[in-house]
């Protein structure tokens, strides 16, 4: 439901009229980009502040912050692959329509 009322708004904004499947893969793309570049900050810092404060890190970030961040960066995982899932499943429905 949600994937429509957005799908809507994308096509009113859009300069060029688009079908409904062509509006989900446009949010599909943004979405997995979101998620991705959300995994790679955090990824992608993390250890730099790691290096930064040297041992001091273990004490200044508490270990429950640790566990959140790893937990945090596992479900991101899997909502990337919910959406690849979802995005498969979307193609071959287009395929579908096709014939």
Do not use: H, Q
């Amino acid at each position: 439901m949600l994937g429509m009322y957005l799908t809507t708004a994308v096509n009113f904004l859009a300069n060029t009229p688009k079908t409904m499947t062509e509006g989900m893969t446009s949010i599909w793309t943004g979405l997995i980009s979101v998620l991705w570049k959300v995994k790679e900050g955090i990824t992608n810092i993390l250890p730099e502040i790691m290096v930064f404060l040297g041992d001091t890190w273990i004490i200044l970030i508490p270990p429950r912050l640790m566990i959140v961040l790893f937990y945090l960066i596992k479900v991101i995982c899997i909502l990337m692959e919910l959406v690849l899932t979802m995005r498969k499943k979307l193609i071959v429905v287009k395929y579908r329509e096709l014939f």
